[in-house]
């Protein structure tokens, strides 16, 4: 159901009406340089290409949607911010993760300038794909997070946030499957996301750290050190003596963060009016959900999609 929409009523000069356009999703997406986006992003993308303005010092932690990115911005803010906060007395306890680290493209009161308004060090998140990054993110030597997901797990959890946002247009899980499985979802293919990080990653290793969600789920605090000596904050050894590591896991776990007020009740209001409650960031939180809701068949299916589209670079996901 692919069709070029070359013109619409705005006229020609809309560089979205060039773009091929495919329904199916709640939204339908547009196709902006090998990846599937929603209309709004795609006009974002195109409009930071130039005007974004990097800093050295920015951090920004990167992930294709439903990987983990309430996590890593959780866990990245506690670490960052460590010297700053008690962790009885912590911003987490009162503000939500996607409150507390910006997406960048996500305007906030109407305009990009709230980002440019931070000061530095900047802990930003994105999910633009690395090769739609801004010019000046793309070539500067900031520190990139990626975190990525069992592509299962990940479809998983995408469908039961689009159905819980767009509860009016929800779609059953097989056609989100086979949507998934050709590419077709925001910001896919997914495969494709985690490859061009990845790749970075092993050329660039001081520039990328790739995580994934199983790795960090199985060993937390391992990952949090390692997180803290990308980051350029490493713990000290009294701080680990004193077990900041661990608090810093526990704060930002599952658990924690779903069981608090200020997670549990309220919205987030994105662009477009879309209204978002601050519970839909928290499921389950666990890995290997997949089963709940396909077959093994469709289980195998979907990894031997993305082993083939893997194959000989390095990455199992
Ligand atoms: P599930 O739907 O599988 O439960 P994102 O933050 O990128 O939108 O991803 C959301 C997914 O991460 C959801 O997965 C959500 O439950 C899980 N999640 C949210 N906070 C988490 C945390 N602190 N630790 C582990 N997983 C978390």
């Given at each position: 159901?692919?069709?070029?929409?070359?013109?619409?009523?705005?006229?020609?000069?809309?560089?979205?009406?060039?773009?091929?356009?495919?329904?199916?999703?709640?939204?339908?997406?547009?196709?902006?340089?090998?990846?599937?986006?929603?209309?709004?992003?795609?006009?974002?993308?195109?409009?930071?290409?130039?005007?974004?303005e990097?800093?050295?010092?920015?951090?920004?932690?990167?992930?294709?949607?439903k990987?983990?990115?309430?996590?890593?911005?959780?866990?990245?803010?506690?670490?960052?911010?460590?010297?700053?906060?008690?962790?009885?007395?912590?911003?987490?306890?009162?503000?939500?993760?996607?409150?507390?680290?910006?997406?960048?493209?996500?305007?906030?009161?109407?305009?990009?300038?709230?980002?440019?308004?931070?000061?530095?060090?900047?802990?930003?998140?994105?999910?633009?794909?690395?090769?739609?990054?801004?010019?000046?993110?793309?070539?500067?030597?900031?520190?990139?997070?990626?975190v990525?997901?069992?592509?299962?797990?990940?479809?998983?959890?995408?469908?039961?946030?689009?159905?819980?946002?767009?509860?009016?247009?929800?779609?059953?899980?097989?056609?989100?499957?086979?949507?998934?499985?050709?590419?077709?979802?925001?910001?896919g293919?997914?495969?494709?996301?985690?490859?061009?990080?990845?790749?970075?990653?092993?050329?660039?290793?001081?520039?990328?750290?790739?995580?994934?969600?199983e790795?960090?789920?199985?060993?937390?605090?391992?990952?949090?050190?390692?997180?803290?000596?990308?980051?350029?904050?490493?713990?000290?050894?009294?701080?680990?003596?004193?077990?900041?590591?661990?608090?810093?896991?526990?704060?930002?776990?599952?658990?924690?963060?779903?069981?608090?007020?200020?997670?549990?009740?309220?919205?987030?209001?994105?662009?477009?009016?879309?209204?978002?409650?601050?519970?839909?960031?928290f499921?389950?939180?666990?890995?290997?959900?997949?089963?709940?809701?396909?077959?093994?068949?469709?289980g195998?299916?979907?990894?031997?999609?993305?082993?083939?589209?893997?194959?000989?670079?390095?990455?199992?996901?």
């Amino acid at each position: 159901a692919m069709e070029e929409s070359a013109t619409n009523s705005h006229g020609t000069d809309d560089p979205l009406s060039k773009l091929p356009t495919r329904e199916g999703w709640a939204q339908p997406l547009v196709l902006y340089k090998n990846y599937w986006l929603r209309p709004r992003f795609a006009a974002t993308i195109m409009r930071l290409q130039n005007t974004f303005e990097a800093r050295h010092d920015d951090i920004v932690l990167a992930t294709n949607p439903k990987c983990g990115t309430t996590w890593i911005k959780a866990l990245a803010f506690a670490i960052t911010n460590r010297s700053r906060y008690e962790f009885g007395n912590h911003p987490l306890l009162f503000r939500h993760p996607q409150d507390v680290v910006p997406l960048i493209e996500i305007p906030r009161d109407g305009g990009m300038t709230y980002v440019e308004t931070l000061p530095s060090p900047r802990l930003l998140a994105t999910h633009i794909p690395l090769s739609l990054f801004p010019n000046s993110l793309a070539t500067c030597d900031c520190h990139i997070v990626y975190v990525c997901r069992d592509p299962k797990d990940a479809l998983v959890s995408r469908w039961h946030f689009e159905n819980k946002v767009h509860r009016e247009r929800s779609i059953d899980f097989e056609a989100a499957f086979n949507m998934f499985s050709e590419g077709f979802s925001g910001h896919g293919p997914f495969w494709e996301h985690c490859l061009e990080y990845w790749r970075e990653s092993i050329a660039c290793p001081n520039r990328i750290l790739f995580l994934k969600y199983e790795d960090m789920m199985s060993e937390p605090v391992k990952h949090v050190i390692r997180l803290a000596t990308f980051l350029r904050v490493p713990f000290s050894i009294k701080e680990e003596e004193d077990g900041i590591p661990e608090e810093v896991v526990r704060l930002c776990s599952f658990d924690k963060l779903s069981s608090l007020d200020t997670n549990k009740t309220g919205e987030l209001v994105r662009p477009g009016n879309l209204i978002i409650e601050k519970s839909v960031f928290f499921r389950k939180g666990k890995v290997g959900d997949w089963v709940n809701h396909m077959s093994q068949e469709m289980g195998r299916k979907l990894d031997c999609i993305v082993e083939e589209k893997l194959k000989g670079t390095g990455l199992v996901l």
